[in-house]
């Protein structure tokens, strides 16, 4: 269902891959709440991308930019405002990657080279984005800028590996910055920790499955879907939300404010072999 939040919106959205992407639903549901989108992702993942059919589904373009390069980023900037007659009111950045995930590379035998590569591509281009936005005066005041974050930015999870890292540095990019930017703009920027999601990037990550069960078996509501995120990150573009800034939000089920659930605890018995136990849990639940 449309609410039209975002008539009369424009905005620029990085990140989109293919169908299964968070960026991908987000894109849909702003067009759907009446906002027009640029697109943008590298000249790779368009090529082996679904960018351009989405594009046509939304009355949309596409900019190829690789967005750790500040250029490109300028070039995004100078296109879109052309495209819209001029500022803006939304940013979103989906941009995640890490070589020593990808690689299986375990937390205490990093590659350096590559955790460069996942701060600089994860992290930094949250950083380079904003600033050239603000240099640029490439946003309205009170726009709104979000970033996709995760909850390894403040707790261990294993194998996430650098990519806390980075998400740490994602959310503290959002606070400083946010400062600056709703002082001198009063433009908002934010990031959603969003429960775990099967996305292309998401599935490749070794234990994704386990890890997914794990906390949709935690969280009270069970994991967030992208569409549900993109809903989210919709209210947080639109005008409902002009106070909210320089926030971390969990879009997770509950999963951030759990302990131990009892679905959790009854599978954790039976991997230790308690039938009993595990009954036992069954029958009293929470």
Not at 214 to 237: H, K, Q
Request: glycine share 6%.
């Amino acid at each position: 269902m449309a609410y039209n939040l975002l008539k009369g919106k424009k905005g620029v959205i990085f990140g989109v891959l293919d169908h299964k992407s968070i960026a991908w639903k987000v894109a849909q549901r702003a067009y759907e709440e009446g906002a027009e989108i640029v697109l943008t992702n590298t000249p790779t993942a368009i090529r082996f991308g679904e960018i351009e059919e989405l594009a046509k589904t939304i009355h949309s373009i596409v900019v190829p930019a690789d967005a750790t390069q500040v250029k490109d980023i300028e070039n995004v900037f100078q296109v879109a405002m052309e495209h819209f007659g001029g500022p803006f009111d939304f940013i979103l950045h989906s941009i995640g990657m890490s070589l020593n995930v990808r690689k299986n590379r375990p937390y205490d035998d990093l590659d350096y080279d590559y955790f460069i590569k996942t701060l600089d591509i994860s992290a930094l281009s949250f950083h380079k984005i904003i600033q050239t936005a603000k240099k640029m005066d490439a946003l309205k005041e009170w726009g709104s800028i979000v970033a996709l974050s995760y909850i390894a930015a403040q707790r261990t999870l294993f194998r996430y590996n650098d990519m806390a890292d980075a998400k740490a540095a994602l959310e503290s990019i959002a606070r400083s910055f946010g400062y600056i930017y709703g002082r001198d703009k009063k433009v908002r920027i934010n990031t959603v920790s969003q429960s775990p999601t099967m996305t292309t990037a998401g599935s490749g990550i070794k234990g994704i499955d386990d890890l997914f069960d794990f906390s949709d078996r935690m969280s009270p509501l069970g994991n967030a879907s992208a569409e549900e995120c993109a809903d989210y990150v919709i209210t947080l573009f639109s005008d409902l939300t002009r106070k909210v800034t320089m926030q971390n939000l969990y879009h997770d089920g509950g999963f951030s404010s759990m302990g131990m659930s009892a679905r959790a605890m009854t599978m954790y018995a039976r991997s230790l072999n308690c039938e009993e136990c595990a009954k036992k849990l069954e029958e009293e639940g929470d």
